[in-house]
């Protein structure tokens, strides 16, 4: 089974600062994507940012970038030069492989979320 | 293109009453997922529909719990007979069949309260 853990309930972080977002995971499977989401109090899931297991490069995309450590099992979310509009909570998840034979079908597993407060 | 669309995005309903959500996924993704979060918590799996075929469901899906997709294009779920443990923000997710990212794109969300 698949697990992810992000140990920080809250962060803060003063405008135009860096920040980052812990994030641990567990599993078997060689073979996994992990994602990471913002959630903005209206409640809709955004994708901010993916990372295959099999990538060699951290992914990046603009203000986001995700520190990839596979031996650590760690997949922490890097926000450079926050903004008002980052305050959000923040969700890691894995996605289990497509097997061949269909036991497995690609569904997320979500950690707790980190609630981000980003101060002018 | 459109992103995913839910509906309703908000609902409250006495306890008993049968409730159904609908998810219009992102055209031509052939992928979906409908997950379940409470307060406080990240969303928990329900289950996955490949085309029109139901091929996953979580053990969270009691049989009070029903979920369609006809024509493989939007899904319906269905709550029969709700309890007060069904309030819960319900979503639902599609993806295209795509050989390396597979992201999922989630909808706004029906937020479900049950009296």
């Known amino acids: 089974a698949q697990k992810i853990t992000q140990t920080q309930p809250g962060m803060f972080v003063q405008e135009k600062e860096a920040v980052t977002l812990d994030c641990t995971y567990d599993?078997?499977?060689?073979?996994?994507?992990l994602f990471w989401y913002k959630q903005p109090s209206s409640g809709e899931m955004i994708f901010l940012i993916y990372?295959?297991?099999?990538?060699?490069q951290n992914a990046t995309e603009g203000r986001y970038s995700l520190n990839f450590q596979k031996a650590r099992k760690s997949a922490n979310l890097v926000i450079s030069a926050s903004q008002l509009g980052d305050s959000a909570m923040y969700f890691c998840?894995?996605?289990?492989?497509?097997?061949?034979?269909?036991?497995?079908?690609?569904?997320?597993?979500f950690g707790q979320g980190t609630i981000l407060t980003v101060h002018p | 293109d459109t992103g995913v669309s839910q509906d309703p995005r908000h609902k409250i309903t006495k306890r008993g009453q049968n409730v159904t959500f609908r998810c219009d996924p992102i055209?031509?993704?052939?992928?979906l997922y409908w997950y379940r979060q409470t307060l406080g918590q990240g969303p928990e799996f329900l289950t996955y529909?490949?085309?029109?075929?139901?091929?996953?469901k979580s053990r969270l899906l009691s049989d009070r719990f029903s979920a369609e997709r006809p024509k493989g294009s939007f899904s319906t779920l269905e709550i029969q007979r709700t309890e007060q443990g069904d309030s819960a923000m319900y979503l639902c997710a599609s993806s295209p069949r795509a050989f390396r990212q597979d992201t999922q794109y989630f909808g706004p969300g029906t937020r479900l309260t049950v009296l």
């Open positions: 529909f490949q085309n029109e075929a139901q091929l996953e």
């Open positions: 990372q295959g297991s099999y990538d060699e």
């Open positions: 998840a894995m996605r289990e492989p497509f097997a061949a034979g269909g036991t497995s079908y690609g569904k997320l597993t």
């Open positions: 055209s031509e993704h052939n992928r």
């Open positions: 599993t078997s499977d060689q073979s996994y994507g």
